[in-house]
């Protein structure tokens, strides 16, 4: 039994180089610290969601109040109205080319859950804990009026976001520089256009 001269020898195994292992994307890292810090606002946003389909489905295409279609008139011609100031039809004419009421009032649905995620980053900033900023979100999220209001051929959705962005650019840094008051001033400025008492808010925000 052993070695004997002249006898063929198994081939020895061949060995593969290693492959590298692909890096992780260095988004999934980010993605789930986004989960663990904020995973609180994330389910309450998702949750939001189920009634405002519900109402993109009861309200289909949109609602309408005598003013929608002074809106609609004045986003097809861009002619600034006598009543209604012209920074909402500056909107409805960007989405005109698509033809849906939908979409607009898919936007307006998005720009409700964008202003109370606006509510949740400042306070959360400013130190007020997790269940605090939720709970203070939670009417833009769930009030059935604000969702009507998303609904309708009216400005109040993009307003209350130009209102929000505007004073969430200002009070998210402690000494906000030239930019952030830039970027501020021309929201406001938008705003002000947008709703007929829009200007007034100004005052308090600067």
């Known amino acids: 039994p052993g070695f004997r001269f002249g006898e063929p020898r198994a081939p020895a195994p061949r060995r593969w180089p290693a492959q590298p292992r692909a890096p992780l994307p260095r988004t999934r890292p980010w993605l789930a610290g ?11 946003a998702g949750l939001s969601l189920v009634p405002r389909v519900l109402a993109s489905l009861a309200f289909r295409p949109a609602v309408f109040t005598p003013d929608s279609f002074g809106y609609l008139a004045d986003g097809v011609f861009l002619a600034p109205g006598l009543t209604r100031p012209s920074g909402y039809p500056v909107v ?3 989405l005109a ?6 979409l607009i009032t898919t936007l307006q ?10 509510v949740y ?6 130190g007020l804990p997790t269940w605090g900023a939720v709970l203070a979100a939670c009417p833009t999220l769930f009030d059935p009026r604000q969702m009507v209001l998303e609904s309708a051929i009216l400005p109040d959705a993009f307003y209350t976001l130009l209102i929000t962005a505007a004073v969430a650019v200002v009070l998210t840094r402690r000494s906000p520089g030239a930019i952030r008051y830039a ?11 947008t709703r007929g008492n829009g200007a007034a808010e100004m005052v308090a925000v600067i």
């Open 34 to 44: 986004m989960w663990r810090q904020h995973r609180l606002i994330i389910i309450v």
């Open 92 to 94: 409805l004419h960007l």
């Open 97 to 102: 080319p698509f033809h849906s009421l939908l």
């Open 109 to 118: 649905h998005a720009m409700g859950v964008t202003t109370a995620v606006l």
């Open 121 to 126: 980053a400042v306070l959360r900033h400013w």
């Open 183 to 193: 970027v501020a001033g021309f929201l406001l400025a938008w705003a002000a256009v």
